[in-house]
């Protein structure tokens, strides 16, 4: 079993929700395809760098990520940075030739994704987006379905992903409401969750007819280091210009036939990390709900008519990833554990010399099926999605 030593770019939400999975993978997932070992991490400046190394176990800490880039001893190189990073580190990274993971969206822009996508493709190293909700179990459990037939023909895909984090206009401005450093809004850094999946479960995407909303213009400026996302209440200072959306909504036209809908928004009371969908398919349909995410409601139009209605699947050890998780159905996991499936399946596709899905090539195709929905919320009209070169039809 080898050992890989891992450079942890950020350390905010994301880079304790990376920590807790390299910490924590070996012991759901036994024998480990590798060793992941927290070597150093990088943080805007030598305290919140040292702070970030002692509570997430790494050995040495840098506030220059430059560091980790050239430092031959590092095998992987994790981006968990806001947007506007991401294509610089991801770039020096596979020119160093280092395997790589990053935080979704994969970049701000088409042609940000390009770049970082050509980087990788020739470079032999291992590159994963981090589009971690795809690898929650009953998601599994319904690609499995799918695949099977269970469920015929799909027809139809209807996806949400409502939260209320920042619906309160005097929740501050964070980067996530900063076109400069977030790329866009609600689009980028929730609905992009939603096109993975529906992508994932259902093929590609053909054309999209969109509408993009923004509600708050503007909010109290953020005062401190760290991203306080909604937790925390302003309104006495000067305020900031928004210029992304609070909100998405599209119709899809699939590339093997199906129709589908992504409905996106941060300006949702009473919804917190509601993301949902519901699969229509000849044989059958699937309901799923990450507020629920031991569930999977599915109905099979072969069940007998007095007794065909949705019937609730909790998933555990017979089901995708059930063997390293928990011992009995429903006994529950987290967002924890989604990270966890992750980093196992990026270090088993390193260790096996292989690949993983999904990659910059899927992180460049959400790209370009994001741009797709800007400007056909711009032109109030139908616009076609172009496919990256070489991809898959559905990302495995």
Avoid at 19 to 25: P, R
Avoid at 63 to 72: E, K, M, T, V, Y
Avoid at 100 to 129: F, Q, S, W
Avoid at 229 to 236: D, K
Wanted: with cysteine; charged share 20%; aromatic share 10%.
């Amino acid at each position: 079993m080898k050992n890989l030593n891992v450079g942890l770019i950020g350390g905010g939400f994301m880079g304790k929700a990376h920590s807790l999975a390299y910490s924590a993978m070996p012991m759901f997932f036994w024998p480990a395809p590798a060793m992941p070992v927290r070597h150093t991490i990088a943080e805007a400046n030598d305290q919140l760098a040292a702070e970030a190394a002692r509570r997430f176990g790494f050995q040495n800490s840098t506030a220059d990520w430059r560091q980790i880039i050239d430092d031959p001893d590092i095998d992987v190189v994790d981006i968990a940075t806001p947007n506007h990073l991401h294509a610089e580190i991801a770039i020096a990274a596979a020119q160093a030739g280092k395997h790589i993971i990053c935080e979704k969206p994969l970049a701000r822009t088409v042609e940000e994704a390009k770049a970082m996508y050509d980087a990788v493709k020739d470079a032999g190293n291992v590159h994963m987006v981090a589009f971690n909700y795809r690898r929650t179990p009953a998601v599994a459990l319904a690609k499995k379905y799918i695949e099977e037939g269970a469920i015929g023909r799909i027809l139809n895909f209807r996806g949400t992903y409502l939260q209320d984090w920042s619906a309160d206009p005097n929740s501050p401005l964070s980067w996530r409401f900063q076109k400069n450093i977030a790329g866009s809004g609600a689009l980028g850094d929730i609905a992009t969750h939603v096109v993975d999946m529906a992508r994932y479960l259902v093929g590609e995407f053909s054309s999209v007819n969109s509408i993009l909303s923004t509600w708050i213009p503007d909010r109290p400026l953020q005062t401190g280091g760290a991203d306080a996302l909604g937790n925390v209440r302003g309104g006495e200072g000067p305020r900031g210009e928004v210029d992304v959306d609070d909100e998405v909504m599209t119709m899809i036209r699939f590339t093997n036939g199906a129709v589908g809908s992504i409905e996106a928004t941060r300006n949702a009371y009473g919804r917190n990390n509601f993301i949902t969908f519901e699969i229509h398919g000849s044989e059958g349909s699937i309901v799923f709900n990450y507020e629920r995410r031991d569930e999977l409601q599915v109905c099979f139009a072969s069940d007998k008519n007095d007794r065909r209605g949705f019937r609730t699947v909790y998933t555990g050890p017979a089901h995708p990833y059930g063997d390293g998780l928990w011992p009995i159905p429903a006994l529950g996991i987290g967002y924890g554990e989604t990270k966890i499936i992750e980093a196992h399946d990026f270090f088993k596709a390193i260790a096996d010399g292989g690949s993983v899905s999904p990659n910059f090539a899927d992180g460049y195709q959400a790209a370009l099926i994001d741009h797709a929905i800007v400007t056909s919320a711009d032109k109030g009209a139908w616009v076609d999605v172009p496919a990256v070169a070489g991809l898959a039809t559905t990302a495995s």
